[in-house]
């Protein structure tokens, strides 16, 4: 009897620990935490709240509906999806490009210098965090879609589905 519950007590750990690896793992992965409300970087690394405009070098967060309003104003922009192919497989937005996050902060990523960036993730975290890197290498017109392609869609902003 005992060898029994003693059994039971080790399925139950061994469950628990395989729940907690697991939660581990999501939030590992899907780790795209929304950024900080709404802040500007420039390149030389300071850093003003609200929407201000900065002359130059400038790295911000948009929301979805300004960020729509942006890429009208300015169609030559690159929007670049930091998600994994898995994710944007099931939705992204129309005309984006894939470049992973990891490629971004190694260096792999080969994207352009003379045109705008709307950097683009789940929620906004990994985004940001990629705008920050290129901040650094002296991008010169960064955007992070503040709220990640989550608001995107909560606006009702177009979207595509499925494998490209």
Known sequence: MVVAADMRVMDRLRRLA???????????????????????????????????????????SLLAVEAQAFLAKEPNTLIVDVRTEAEREQLRIPGSVAVPLNDILRGAAELPKDKPLLLVCAVGGRS???????????????????????????AGLPLEYGKK
């Open 18 to 60: 395989g729940l907690i690896l697991s939660l581990v793992f999501l939030a590992y992965f899907t780790g795209c935490s929304e950024e900080p409300a709404s802040q500007t970087v420039s390149n030389d690394g300071t850093e003003t709240q609200g929407e201000s405009v900065i002359a130059g070098p400038e790295f911000a």
């Open 128 to 154: 940001y965090a990629a705008g920050l890197y290129l901040a650094q290498k002296k991008y010169p017109r960064i955007y992070n879609l503040r709220g990640g392609i989550s608001a995107w869609q909560k």
